[in-house]
């Protein structure tokens, strides 16, 4: 038969310290969310991604690897941020800002 046993808390507060805590950081910047809407390269039909990212900057390096077809605008709160261009012929895609 076991007999309960008390084991000393890892804190002063009485919590456990068990699990991991996350950091909070005061100074993280804010998250802005986009809308990523284009036609999909594979299957040709529209497609709509929303995340969140620190700027634009950030969200362009985010959709490098979505396989983006012939258009594709990037929104966030409802204004278009910029667009997709591409040159006929097969050169390379450029990004235009609204």
């Known amino acids: 038969m076991k007999l309960p046993q008390q084991y000393p808390s890892g804190s002063n507060d009485g919590e456990c310290d068990c699990l991991p805590r996350p ?3 005061a100074d993280r910047p804010a998250l802005t969310t986009f809308v ?3 036609q999909d390269a594979w299957f040709g039909m529209e497609k709509r991604v ?3 990212a ?3 900057a950030a ?3 985010m959709m490098e690897r979505e396989p983006i077809g012939a258009w594709a605008e990037l929104t966030s709160e ?3 941020i910029c667009r997709r261009g591409y040159e006929p012929g097969g050169a390379a895609d450029y990004w ?3």
């Open 54 to 56: 620190e700027d634009v």
């Open 50 to 52: 929303a995340f969140e």
């Open 96 to 98: 235009v800002v609204d």
């Open 59 to 61: 969200a362009l390096v």
């Open 36 to 38: 990523l809407r284009y």
């Open 23 to 25: 950091e909070i950081q």
């Open 78 to 80: 409802g204004e278009v």
